[in-house]
């Protein structure tokens, strides 16, 4: 593999990339400036979002978008329209959301972690539709990556704190049985961030 540099510096904190053609390609965020950058033919553009800290976005199956900014879960009906605040997710201004995704039924699942890395401050937060917001790990330090398998069997799992990958099964939608699924030597890195491909291969970022 020969990694490709497609834009050179642009952003701060750079975080979260996703493809989907339905927002025009390759969107991510740039977390400290609160913005939501595009790759377009033209170069870079960025859609401010009024937060602290702006930890990641998604695409909404309806159209729009959902981000996801430090305690706060924004929505826009159009991907590059004004979003609005929607629901809190803490009240702890030590914590922020970190990453997350959605789920094989579309619920968005959203990791935290301390500011200054505290033992344990973080979580993985699930929000329904309805933004009903229900607990699914309660305990993280660096909630740094989830994805599922093609097949929604599996949900894999990085905080960075533990030098793993974890893997759960999803059962009826539940995550369940935690387990180690590679664990990284302190010498080859600290995992960040977390993607499956469409055969089922997991990749992380060291």
Do not use: K
């Amino acid at each position: 593999m020969t990694p490709e540099n497609v834009t050179g510096p642009i952003a701060h904190h750079a975080e979260a990339p996703v493809w989907w053609a339905g927002w025009g390609g390759l969107r991510w965020v740039d977390g400290s400036a609160g913005d939501l950058l595009a790759l377009r033919p033209e170069g870079v553009t960025r859609q401010h979002i009024d937060d602290e800290y702006l930890a990641f976005a998604r695409p909404r199956s309806g159209g729009g978008l959902v981000a996801v900014g430090a305690r706060t879960l924004y929505l826009a009906d159009d991907v590059d329209g004004d979003t609005r605040a929607v629901a809190s997710l803490g009240d702890d201004p030590r914590v922020r959301m970190n990453d997350g995704c959605c789920d094989p039924r579309g619920r968005l699942l959203a990791g935290s972690m301390a500011y200054d890395a505290a033992a344990d401050a973080g979580s993985l937060l699930r929000l329904d539709a309805d933004l009903n917001i229900a607990t699914v790990l309660a305990r993280a330090t660096i909630s740094n990556g989830v994805g599922f398998s093609p097949d929604g069997r599996r949900a894999y799992y990085v905080d960075t704190a533990t030098h793993r990958i974890d893997v759960f099964d999803v059962t009826e939608g539940e995550l369940r049985g935690r387990r180690a699924f590679v664990v990284i030597p302190e010498e080859q890195g600290s995992p960040d961030g977390l993607t499956v491909a469409a055969d089922g291969s997991v990749w992380v970022a060291l």
